[in-house]
């Protein structure tokens, strides 16, 4: 095990660490991104301290005022290193313990102070210093570049941006969006393949960006974490944050992922899992290593009005048309889902809030459901009763020739998955996140759905036919 530490009523130090992300406290410990019993003892770290569950962290808020837990849930892996630091000397500066209520720990280097997720990063990094983090994005309005920003995540996103104040550009592979204006403002434009590192080193170059959402994923070659990692790299000498949109694919599988668990392994057999993963990964260790002010968003199914995936509009235009449902298996695999438009909020509320960064966030409404529930809400939102549900084995399905990514879909596209599910008391607690009720959303979606539901192209039918 690598040196552990007590906290002692935050009266007892730690004099002796290396402290690359200062938003953070950084030990030597396990795997990148895991805190487990064997790597850290807390000791009466807080007055209302909780026990320590194997390979969590939780410890409770205290009423003087900042949350340990949500500097600690970050730990990350480093070696022992050169940088002496006696936290007692920041403990007495009461100024320096402000920021959203987080941990700010400061190191004089001759240059001033710098506040949460401030470093002094290598000149021949290409990211420069963060500086002063102290920054009130709802107040001041930032230079922002929403790589995408042309379809669903991207376009909400851009529209909030603008109605906060904010300057905004979006980068994608066309000459010109077809975003218009937002009030009175002007949205940017940059043309790019975000895949092509030389293509995004040009586009930014000389650019001033203090704020990068990085929501683009090609789903059709992939987008490796290279390519994540160039693009940070590009970014700028202005940067105060990158948000990075993950997924919670990056865990692998299984239920109930606090952000501290492992991501799924490098060399993982699906390439969306094994690129959002590595990508993380890149960027932490960008930010330990150089400071970059990175933040990691991880959601799980996004719905919402504007969605072009074949997931909502699937069942509705089956009930509208009277089909039957298809159930594959049972029905009993777990889903999760994310408001668009909470997804948007969580992001905008990682750009304000110092204590962010350097941490990854698990996204979503807080209750998994059922396939069989799933498509109970879906037809409750559309008001439609006496849905007829037919159970057929998954070896039928694809047999039969479907697939979950389709062209042949079966239950809407790349819906029936292993079931991923996730907590997320770490954003209700940091980015005050507070999701939308599931039928709540879906009325919404139905709503924008059914205006636009006429003009589009009439459902294939004869796949479900063959196998009902």
């Known amino acids: 095990m690598g040196e552990a530490f007590l906290l002692d009523g935050l009266e007892d130090v730690v004099h002796r660490f290396e402290l690359e992300g200062f938003d953070r406290v950084v030990v030597k410990g396990r795997g990148e991104n895991e805190v487990g019993q064997g790597d850290v003892f807390l000791a009466q ?26 500097q600690l849930q970050g730990l990350e892996t480093i070696g022992r290193g050169g940088g002496d630091l006696d936290i007692r000397e920041v403990f007495q500066e009461k100024g320096q313990l402000i920021a959203s209520e987080g941990l700010i720990i400061h190191e004089d280097r001759g240059d001033g102070l710098h506040g949460s997720g401030g470093a002094t990063l290598h000149s021949d990094a290409r990211i420069a210093r963060q500086g002063n983090c102290f920054f009130d994005a709802r107040s001041l309005g930032m230079k922002v570049l929403v790589i995408g920003g042309t379809l669903f995540i991207g376009r909400a996103l851009v529209t909030e941006l603008v109605k906060a104040g904010h300057d905004v550009t979006v980068l994608h592979r066309r000459a010109q969006h077809d975003l218009g204006a937002v009030g009175r403002k002007q949205i940017g434009n940059l043309m790019a393949d975000r895949n ?58 299984g239920l109930n992922h606090y ?113 069989v529930e799933t498509v109970q809400a879906l037809a409750d939102a559309a008001g439609k009763k006496g849905v007829e549900l037919v159970k057929v084995s998954r070896e039928k399905l694809l047999k039969a020739g479907g697939h979950p990514m389709g062209p042949k879909l079966y239950f809407g596209f790349y819906f029936d998955l292993p079931p991923i599910t996730m907590l997320v008391t770490k954003a209700q607690r940091v980015l005050k996140f507070k999701p939308t009720e599931f039928s709540a959303g879906l009325k919404e979606t139905y709503k924008a759905w059914k205006a636009i539901s006429g003009t589009l192209p009439a459902p294939d039918y004869s796949y479900e036919d063959s196998v009902l």
């Open 259 to 371: 952000e501290g668990d492992g991501l799924a392994g490098e060399d993982h057999a699906d390439a969306y899992v094994r690129n959002k993963a590595n990508s993380e990964r890149a960027l932490f260790r960008l930010h330990q290593r150089y400071g970059l002010p990175a933040v990691t968003l991880r959601p799980p199914y996004i719905y919402g009005p504007g969605n072009p995936f074949h997931r909502e509009s699937f069942f509705w235009e089956r009930f509208r048309d009277g089909r039957k449902i298809i159930i594959p298996g049972d029905g009993r695999r777990l889903m999760q889902f994310v408001y668009v438009k909470d997804l948007v909020a969580a992001a905008i509320a990682a750009m304000e809030t110092p204590a962010a960064v350097g941490h990854a966030f698990n996204v979503a409404s807080p209750k998994a459901i059922t396939q």
């Open 45 to 70: 770290a807080l007055n209302d301290a909780e026990a320590v569950e194997t390979g969590h962290l939780d410890v409770e808020e205290n009423e003087i005022g900042f949350d340990v837990f949500d």
């Open 196 to 253: 092509d590192p030389a293509q995004i080193k040009a586009a930014l170059a000389g650019q001033k960006f203090e704020v990068v959402f990085d929501n683009v994923y090609d789903w059709e070659r992939g987008t490796t974490a290279a390519q994540v990692e160039a693009t940070a790299l590009a970014a700028g000498d202005s940067l105060q944050r990158y948000v990075f949109v993950s997924s919670v694919a990056a865990y692998g599988a």
